[in-house]
């Protein structure tokens, strides 16, 4: 692990943050279980995440003038996602300085999406309070605005579960289900889920986490329906 020295980190994120806030940002809720009175990184994940959403709605508003509120919503939720925040995440290789329990660790926590994009938030949380709103504003919109722009990145994390309920009610196809199996031990497990409509099967999606595999299916069914 890397987390003992994670000043390349900080020169990726091009900002300075005090080490003590920085590593408090670091610091996930399994590693303080681990070690009694080492405090960990939700505080700081409450506030990054206010921070990142008001800088995103604030950009999105102003960048689509011409969008609806239904489409800004809709384009606001992709680029705060977990979907979207652990691909930052892995692209500045945050991973290896998370500082989490040795059974977290063992299970793959480093590349688990809920914690790389709860460590973002934190970590824009400690940006806040080291440096100040502009400062964290910038920070966010550096990493993650370029998103608000990306159609790769705008249709790939969609919430195709609810748009599939939404088509699937406005055509009273039935019910949706998801069958989900998963496969491997705990620290490598992958999941398979196939989304039923009414009788109707679709290709079924593989990926590490269920909710993940459902909601690729869920595009899957979406787009062999016809949604676009």
């Known amino acids: ?21 920085f590593q408090h940002a670091l610091t996930h809720s399994s590693y303080s279980f681990e070690n009694p009175g080492v405090p960990n990184n939700e505080r700081l994940e409450f506030l990054g995440d206010s921070v990142l959403s008001l800088a995103i709605a604030e950009e999105t508003y102003v960048r689509f003038p011409d969008l609806d509120e239904g489409e800004l919503v809709k384009r606001h939720h992709v680029v705060v996602s977990a979907w979207a925040l652990a691909k930052v995440a892995r692209s500045l290789e945050l991973g290896p300085h998370i500082r989490m329990g040795k059974g977290e660790a063992r299970s793959g926590g480093a590349d688990k999406d809920n914690i790389l994009a709860d460590t973002m938030e934190a970590i824009f949380g400690a940006c806040y309070l080291s440096n100040g709103r502009e400062a964290a504003r910038e920070l966010v919109l550096r990493l993650i605005g370029p998103m608000l722009f990306d159609e790769e990145i705008l249709e790939g994390g ?42 109707r099967e679709f290709e079924a999606a593989v990926a590490s986490a269920k909710k993940e595999a459902e909601r690729l299916s869920a595009r899957l069914a979406f787009k062999a329906l016809g949604g676009v």
């Open 158 to 199: 969609r919430d195709w579960k609810t748009d599939l309920q939404v088509l699937v009610q406005g055509q009273k196809l039935g019910e949706i289900r998801y069958r989900v199996t998963g496969e491997g031990p705990d620290h490598a497990r992958t999941y398979s889920a196939v989304t039923v409509v009414g009788e």
């Open 1 to 21: 692990m890397k987390n003992s020295d994670s000043s390349d980190l900080l020169k990726r994120l091009g900002v300075n943050i005090d080490a003590e806030t």
